[in-house]
């Protein structure tokens, strides 16, 4: 109950930030749930992690749950743009333990194929990362 209120609770504040960003095209809009990740050159264990990330015109949030506990590891979201080339998030609100991220600025190169999606890039923190996405809800 309590994963499904923060939920709730985080796309309220995502929709907030509908009118504050440049936009995104549409063919990034939707749910996205990551299948593979490298942070820093470490590949990240996602097995067992449910990993979404939602993505409107104007805004974007993710989440990292377990899937044993259900219980939501980490989040983040803020206003997004993407022009087919680069994907900027602007981070407006953070979960535990990521306080040097909030205010800052992503920029990241993403490829997308039919469903699957590719981003690429540094955070603001200088850590280069890699992750592999794939859509969860039809095409917009």
């Not at 709730?8 to 063919?27: R, T």
């Not at 992503?106 to 999606?117: A, D, L, W």
């Amino acid at each position: 109950m309590k994963t499904k209120i923060t939920i709730a609770l985080l796309c309220l504040v995502s929709i907030q930030f509908n009118l504050l960003s440049q936009g995104c095209k549409q063919e990034i809009i939707g749910a996205w749930r990551c299948v593979g990740s490298v942070h820093g050159g470490v590949r990240a264990q996602i097995k067992n992690t449910y990993f979404v990330k939602y993505i409107s015109k104007t805004s974007f949030s993710w989440i990292s749950s377990s899937m044993d506990t259900k219980i939501i590891r980490s989040a983040m979201g803020g206003t997004c743009s993407y022009d087919g080339q680069t994907y900027i998030e602007n981070i407006a609100y953070i979960g535990p333990d990521m306080t040097r991220f909030l205010g800052k600025k992503h920029v990241f190169k993403v490829e997308i194929k039919g469903n699957k999606m590719h981003l690429s890039g540094k955070m603001s923190d200088k850590v280069y990362i890699e992750e592999d996405w794939v859509r969860i809800d039809p095409q917009p």
